[in-house]
């Protein structure tokens, strides 16, 4: 996914997101944690695959750059 912010990590945290990933799935939850190579990690995370039903994560981790 590619992201240009201009917030701190501790300004997004526990903020609800939704991230388009590169494949099309979109992936969207709390954002419990970012660093700085951009990983995040969301909680009660909602993963729609593209075209396809949805799924429930309790925790997602997106691998960011």
């Known amino acids: 996914f590619a ?13 609800v ?5 590169r494949n099309e799935d979109v992936v969207c939850g709390m954002i419990e944690n970012v660093d700085e190579n951009q990983n995040i990690i969301l909680t009660n995370a909602t993963f729609t ?15 960011g750059k």
Do not use: K
């Open 3 to 15: 992201c240009t912010c201009t917030r701190t990590r501790t300004q997004v945290e526990g903020n």
């Open 17 to 21: 997101t939704t991230i388009e990933l």
């Open 49 to 63: 695959p593209h075209l396809r039903n949805s799924i429930a994560f309790e925790s997602f981790y997106v691998l």
